[in-house]
């Protein structure tokens, strides 16, 4: 798989629809990488039926790389290290908050704590 531009911080509260496509915001987070670190969003998902046609959406992108079973090998593998990502990203914001006055740093260290719960999910879950 290609390294790729990547949001960062895909959610739908970073996206708008418009009358021809959508619009996509708030690139702060926007980093090359591998392009299943913008999963992050859809890996939080409860397991429905929603949840594997959104997964088979955004792997079908990437078909002319790796047969669909391949993809969803990658797909499965990327996601522990896609949290891991967004815990050191927002283990960085917090440590290197300039006043660190728990106001400005506090949905951050939210963030951290989510994803890092989330990170140590995924590994259990993968053992």
Not at 15 to 40: Q, V
Not at 87 to 116: C, K
């Amino acid at each position: 798989m290609p390294d790729c531009l990547v949001h960062g911080d895909l959610h739908e509260g970073n996206m708008a629809r418009t009358a021809e496509s959508y619009l996509f915001f708030d690139w702060s987070d926007a980093c090359i990488t591998h392009p299943f670190m913008d999963g992050n969003f859809i890996y939080q998902f409860s397991e429905t039926s929603l949840k594997q046609k959104l997964i088979k959406n955004y792997l079908s992108n990437w078909r002319h790389y790796l047969p669909e079973s391949e993809l969803q090998r990658a797909w499965e593998t990327a996601e522990p290290v896609c949290y891991a990502h967004h815990t050191l990203s927002y283990a960085s914001i917090v440590l290197n908050a300039i006043d660190g006055n728990e106001d400005d740093v506090g949905d951050f260290t939210e963030s951290f704590t989510r994803y890092l719960s989330c990170l140590t999910n995924s590994i259990r879950h993968k053992k």
